[in-house]
């Protein structure tokens, strides 16, 4: 017997199929999707590998060929989809197969080693029978061993002794008398038990009566998954409005009738609390992957799903790769959330990985939030996925909040200051009065690099892209400009000039989250402040600390960026201010005002969860832009028709596609040269090719980051009429250049510029 395999973590040069022979001793221990160790190269070095398929001839030369070396799990690692998928996401992401092989089967896998367990069995059944019935045995202890051992059969001898109370040494003693034989042998696959976080509370467990709205979204989404036609849902729900409930419900239908569930949800949102609600409401069917657990956990959740014991798989966007036993339904919560695109090799998306299976699998797939990305809203007005809305507050008596926009134009004249304005600084103090606490949200992504302008408070933005230009020092000669990152239009940074008001004053806005909470020290004494950002949160337990902390009222007012507006529900919440609300509009990237909307709703859902309606302050430069109109009616349609017209307007996803190739060097004077070849290789080949493709090659340019980790990075930005022409340009550099001398990176939906 032969099989094929698939080595885990292969690069380019070793990303095929190998065949090895199975031997015979191996035979009923391997078939398609079993993990092995196989010898591989001239050193026959041991390497972790997939068997993708078993075949009886093998018609090349068969001294060529190498036997199996060991089995590492005989039971399937990957099911009959997965094996499917494969091909299918290293086409898409530009990865080898074995990168696929190395995200579905985690390393706690491929470490996992079966314990191993000392058996007893007898040497000869006759025999026994016969000195039992001679009465021979003095000690009743022997005589209980053998007894056991004559009625089951051959068992471990830690039952034995925890069944007979009995010691080692007895066993040993008959061991000693040549009566029984003891050998060690490596343990089954035994169930293993959720061993997780404590028995949930009861409040998780309350169950509503469904408003109609709910009902509607559940049934449809139901029969969508009894079609088993691969449909693709988007609910799109205000923020409050129970989706939480819609997926619990239609979850506790699956797994009723037997099928599996994938629900992942943002990295950030994996906290105690969500995983206590789905683990309250569906019980001990629950199987949880997050960063927190030790390898041994994480096995022992893994091999649950992989056998069907567990039934939902609650995780970040890695939950996608899951083992599931016939998989009916993948939920993604807060899809527009960029936790579900890596960034980092292989760049994948959850989102379109979960389609993939599904269209394999035929299960069906919910994504769920009150922001859609544009790419989602799009594709459910062509009619691709199905929209299902949820218009009211799932609580009749949670109340949208309140929200207010604030020119801190004014309030700058007025003498407040720029981070805090009176209307927000007087209502955190009604707030305080009233023991309730306050949310800042500080947003400081990808605006640092970025100038606006002093009077009017608006970035400096590309003339073609309408994106914030990234400033870059000029390491040669000391001057600075800014760069578009999507066109590679380039001013020097004395010429630029605001485009809004014509101001050319520019200077490095904003301020950060330590700033703001010093200043709030002074203004509020005898408030206690949280701080949650990157830098309070660089040790593992410190997020959920903070959350913990904030959620018992050990504080009254959380700061932080990003993270803090996602998921999370404080129902003393009244207050939450939005700071420097236009350096999120400042930012590099082409999501810049679709971020900025998000951002602003799940701040606003963050206000007025309990029994009172809160307020958000948006604090702005220039509160009359539509978008933050559009974020104070909390009106996504009308924002969405604002933004996708932009994106039709300038050839932006979802009308093409954009692919960034990033060349990273440690010596920058081949760096430029190298990337200068590149450059004349991309124009050329688009050149060639057919019209309909709609090519537009843009760089070289620096990176926004130009400088890590020691190397020079430039990029090229390739617009084209979809992913599979950006792919293909992808793997013609792929081929065409020695990846030594060209060390580069490929992304075909770069989300941050
Ligand atoms: P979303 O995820 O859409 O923002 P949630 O799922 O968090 O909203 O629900 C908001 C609140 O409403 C939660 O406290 C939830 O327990 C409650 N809720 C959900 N559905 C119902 C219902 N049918 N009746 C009463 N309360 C509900
Ligand atoms: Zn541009």
């Known amino acids: 017997m032969y099989c094929s395999v698939i080595l885990r973590g292969a690069v380019r040069q070793t990303d095929k199929l190998f065949t090895y022979r199975v031997p015979d001793e191996l035979s009923g221990t391997v078939v398609a999707g079993s993990l092995v160790n196989v010898p591989f190269g001239k050193g026959d070095s041991q390497r972790c590998a997939v068997v993708i398929d078993i075949k009886d001839t093998f018609d090349g030369d068969e001294s060529l060929v190498k036997d199996i070396g060991s089995v590492i799990s005989s039971s399937p690692v990957l099911k009959a989809d997965q094996l499917a998928l494969i091909d299918k996401i290293s086409d898409r992401f530009n990865c080898t197969k074995g990168d696929v092989v190395e995200l579905m089967v985690p390393s706690c896998v491929v470490n996992h080693k079966n314990p191993v367990e000392v058996f007893v069995e007898l040497v000869s059944k006759e025999n026994t029978e016969f000195i039992l019935k001679s009465e021979t045995l003095r000690s009743i202890a022997h005589i209980h061993i053998l007894e056991y051992l004559l009625e089951r059969g051959k068992c471990t001898r830690k039952e034995i002794m925890s069944s007979l109370s009995c010691s080692s040494a007895q066993v040993k003693a008959l061991e000693d008398k040549g009566l029984i034989r003891l050998v060690k042998e490596v343990a089954g696959e035994e169930e293993t038990y959720l061993s997780l976080d404590d028995a949930p509370e009861g409040k998780f467990t309350e169950e509503y009566d469904l408003s109609t709205e709910q009902e509607t979204a559940v049934n449809e989404i139901l029969t969508g998954i009894d079609e088993r036609n691969a449909n693709t849902f988007l609910l799109f729900g205000i923020t409050g409005s129970g989706k939480t409930e819609v997926y619990l419900n239609c979850a506790k239908k699956v797994i009723a009738e037997g099928g599996s569930v994938i629900y992942m949800v943002p990295e950030i949102s994996l906290t105690p609390q969500t995983i206590n609600w789905i683990k309250g409401r569906l019980g001990d069917s629950v199987a949880v992957l997050h960063s927190r657990l030790t390898d041994?956990?994480?096995?022992?959740?893994?091999?649950?799903?992989?056998?069907?014991?567990?039934?939902?798989?609650?995780?970040?966007?890695?939950?996608?790769?899951?083992?599931?036993v016939d998989l009916r339904l993948i939920i993604l919560d807060e899809e527009h959330d960029s936790s579900y695109k890596s960034e980092s090799h292989p760049r994948y998306s959850a989102k379109d990985i979960a389609r993939m299976r599904s269209l394999i699998t035929g299960c069906s797939v919910v994504l769920?939030?009150?922001?859609?990305?544009?790419?989602?809203?799009?594709?459910?007005?062509?009619?691709?996925?199905?929209?299902?809305?949820?218009?009211?507050?799932?609580?009749?008596?949670?109340?949208?909040?309140?929200?207010?926009?604030?020119?801190?134009?004014?309030?700058?004249?007025?003498?407040?200051?720029?981070?805090?304005?009176?209307?927000?600084?007087?209502?955190?103090?009604?707030?305080?009065?009233?023991?309730?606490?306050?949310?800042?949200?500080?947003?400081?992504?990808?605006?640092?690099?970025?100038?606006?302008?002093?009077?009017?408070?608006?970035?400096?933005?590309?003339?073609?892209?309408?994106?914030?230009?990234?400033?870059?020092?000029?390491?040669?000669?000391?001057?600075?400009?800014?760069?578009?990152?999507?066109?590679?239009?380039?001013?020097?940074?004395?010429?630029?000039?605001?485009?809004?008001?014509?101001?050319?004053?520019?200077?490095?806005?904003?301020?950060?989250?330590?700033?703001?909470?010093?200043?709030?020290?002074?203004?509020?004494?005898?408030?206690?402040?949280?701080?949650?950002?990157?830098?309070?949160?660089?040790?593992?337990?410190?997020?959920?600390?903070?959350?913990?902390?904030?959620?018992?009222?050990?504080?009254?007012i959380l700061i932080g960026t990003q993270m803090i507006a996602k998921g999370l529900d404080f129902p003393d919440v009244t207050v939450v201010g939005v700071l420097g609300a236009d350096l999120m509009l400042a930012s590099t990237s082409f999501k810049a005002s679709e971020r900025a909307f998000q951002l602003i709703t799940q701040a606003a859902g963050r206000a007025g969860r309990g029994d009172h309606p809160g307020t958000v302050f948006i604090q702005s430069m220039r509160p009359e832009q539509p978008l933050f109109q559009f974020a104070c009616t909390q009106n996504y349609r009308a924002f969405y028709e604002q933004e996708i017209e932009y994106r039709q307007k300038l050839s932006l996803p979802p009308f093409k596609a954009i692919g960034e190739v990033v060349l990273s060097l440690p010596d920058e004077n081949l760096l430029i040269q190298r990337a200068n070849?590149?450059?004349?290789?991309?124009?050329?080949?688009?050149?060639?090719?057919?019209?309909?493709?709609?090519?537009?090659?843009?760089?070289?340019?620096?990176?926004?980051?130009?400088?890590?980790?020691?190397?020079?990075?430039?990029?090229?930005?390739i617009k084209a009429a979809n992913k599979s022409a950006i792919n293909g340009v992808f793997k013609r550099l792929i081929e065409d250049f020695d990846h030594v001398k060209y060390p580069m990176s490929f992304d075909n939906d770069p989300q941050d510029g």
């Open 296 to 324: 041994k956990q994480r096995y022992e959740q893994w091999n649950n799903i992989r056998t069907g014991k567990a039934k939902v798989i609650v995780g970040p966007r890695s939950g996608v790769f899951a083992p599931a």
């Open 368 to 556: 769920g939030s009150a922001t859609p990305s544009v790419e989602s809203f799009y594709a459910a007005n062509l009619g691709a996925y199905k929209l299902l809305e949820l218009k009211q507050r799932a609580r009749q008596e949670a109340k949208l909040p309140n929200i207010v926009p604030v020119d801190m134009k004014e309030q700058i004249k007025l003498g407040s200051g720029s981070m805090l304005s009176v209307p927000l600084r007087q209502a955190m103090s009604v707030a305080f009065s009233e023991n309730k606490q306050v949310i800042l949200l500080l947003n400081r992504r990808g605006f640092s690099r970025t100038l606006v302008c002093e009077s009017c408070g608006e970035p400096v933005t590309c003339k073609n892209c309408s994106v914030a230009m990234t400033l870059h020092n000029n390491r040669r000669n000391g001057t600075q400009s800014l760069i578009c990152h999507y066109c590679g239009y380039t001013v020097p940074s004395y010429e630029a000039v605001c485009s809004v008001c014509n101001g050319t004053r520019f200077t490095k806005a904003g301020f950060g989250t330590q700033q703001l909470e010093e200043f709030l020290h002074t203004v509020f004494p005898h408030e206690k402040v949280l701080r949650m950002d990157q830098d309070s949160t660089m040790t593992p337990g410190a997020h959920k600390e903070i959350i913990e902390k904030f959620a018992n009222k050990e504080a009254s």
């Open 677 to 717: 070849m590149l450059s004349k290789y991309l124009n050329d080949f688009i050149g060639f090719q057919d019209k309909k493709y709609q090519f537009e090659v843009f760089g070289p340019m620096p990176c926004v980051i130009y400088e890590l980790r020691g190397r020079y990075r430039m990029s090229f930005v």
